[in-house]
Each structure stands twice: as structure tokens, then as C-alpha cells.
């Protein structure tokens, strides 16, 4: 990378510990668009960390409802589902990542590059789904 886009330094678990805010845009390719806002919380479980996610999510032409999520995060920034299957690996300077979710495919990237805000944009392609969801993180 060069001088404008410098390579961000590598994060660690402890740099998620604490409190966020988070907003979620989610564009469905045959569908309306949605967004989530709401507030994001890592705290220590073991050796790693829990992952709280909770807000409301508006979809155009819908009432807004609420949402919630949670994972478990490892020390070398492993994302656990809470039944503990893996999800994907955080790649500590940012970058792609992926799962699959048969049959569909879930293809990301982390970008650290404005920290202590970030972003993670997720592409769903599958038969069951087809969107991008771009989430953004800022603490609190």
C-alpha cells in the first residue's frame, strides 16, 4: 500500500472490549431495503469475548422491530456462533473472509482502515438470499 492508503495496524481482541455504536445497511437485490441501528457490546467470556449486538431494524414499509445478536469471539479473532461453530476469522489488519452456509454464500471484508471506527460488508448469494450488508461500527 502507499502513503494514502497506509496499511492499518494489526488489531487484537482487546481492541473490540467495550461499548459501540452500529449501523447496518442491508440492500436486497429483489427486495426492499432495510437498515438496523442499534449498539454493539464485546465483553469478557473466558478467553475471549462475547459479542452483543441489539437495535432496531427498519424495513422500508415495514414497522421496525427488534434485533439481536450474539457470538463469541476467540483469541485469535475466531467468530464463534453461539452453539460454537465457527463462523469465519477476523483478519487482524482487515480484509476478506468467508462462510459458507449451505447453500448459501457468504463472502466479507473488514476494513480497519478509519480505527478506532470499521467497517465489515458482508455479499449473501444463494438461492434462500441475495444482498449486501454493510455495518458500521463507531465506539462509544
Known amino acids: 500500500m502507499n502513503a494514502q492508503h497506509p496499511v492499518p495496524p ?3 481482541l482487546a481492541d473490540f472490549e467495550g461499548h459501540w455504536s452500529l449501523t447496518r445497511d442491508i440492500v436486497h437485490e429483489n427486495g426492499p431495503p432495510a437498515f438496523f441501528e442499534g449498539e454493539a457490546h464485546w465483553t469478557p467470556q473466558g478467553d ?9 431494524l427498519t ?5 421496525p422491530i427488534q434485533g439481536e445478536r450474539r457470538y463469541v469471539w476467540g483469541p485469535d479473532l475466531t467468530v464463534y456462533f453461539e452453539d460454537g461453530r465457527v463462523f469465519h ?3 487482524p489488519r482487515g480484509g476478506p473472509v468467508s462462510h459458507w452456509c449451505d447453500p448459501d454464500q457468504y463472502d466479507g471484508r473488514y476494513d480497519f482502515s478509519h480505527w478506532p471506527s470499521f467497517e ?3 455479499q449473501v448469494n444463494g438461492p434462500r438470499k441475495a444482498y449486501r450488508m454493510t455495518s458500521t461500527y463507531r465506539r462509544v
Open 10 to 12: 494489526a488489531r487484537k
Open 48 to 56: 475471549g469475548l462475547a459479542y452483543l449486538e441489539a437495535g432496531m
Open 59 to 63: 424495513v422500508q414499509g415495514l414497522a
Open 89 to 91: 476469522h477476523v483478519p
Open 120 to 122: 465489515v460488508e458482508w
